[in-house]
């Protein structure tokens, strides 16, 4: 029932900007997580950064930090990730997942996940 998915992604220059956004629909919980991953080849999902639903309450990993901004809408039940200063490491599939009970940074504590959105950022 729950539905999770991920829009926005784009081919970019470093240094541009973009914005990713996550819907939820189907959903009857109102206590949890909405966390950002990204993964790339051969790679294991990475933390990226998390917000509380209920108290807007959120955490960024470190190489992140003043470049990305997560928000929610509670109305169109919607998060979104700005992502300014884009940088050729940032170049990932983004994921948008739910956590309901677990730790914000393991990706195989969520339980429901969407489909990812292609971020590449060319020199």
């Known amino acids: 029932q729950v539905q999770v998915a991920e829009s926005g992604g784009q081919l970019v220059q470093i240094g541009e900007s973009l914005r990713l956004s996550c819907a939820i629909s189907?959903?009857?919980?109102?206590?949890?997580?909405v966390g950002w991953f990204r993964r790339t080849p051969g790679k294991e999902r990475e933390f990226v950064t998390g917000i509380q639903w209920s108290d807007g309450m959120a955490g960024y990993e470190d190489s992140v930090k003043g470049r990305f901004t997560v928000s929610k809408d509670i109305a169109k039940d919607m998060v979104y990730l700005q992502m300014n200063s884009l940088k050729f490491e940032d170049t990932a599939v983004y994921l948008c997942?739910?956590?309901?009970?677990?730790?914000?940074?393991?990706?195989?504590?969520?339980?429901?996940w969407g489909q990812g959105t292609q971020v590449t950022v060319s020199s």
């Open positions: 997942g739910i956590l309901l009970d677990g730790a914000w940074t393991d990706a195989d504590d969520y339980q429901y």
């Open positions: 189907g959903r009857t919980f109102s206590n949890f997580v």
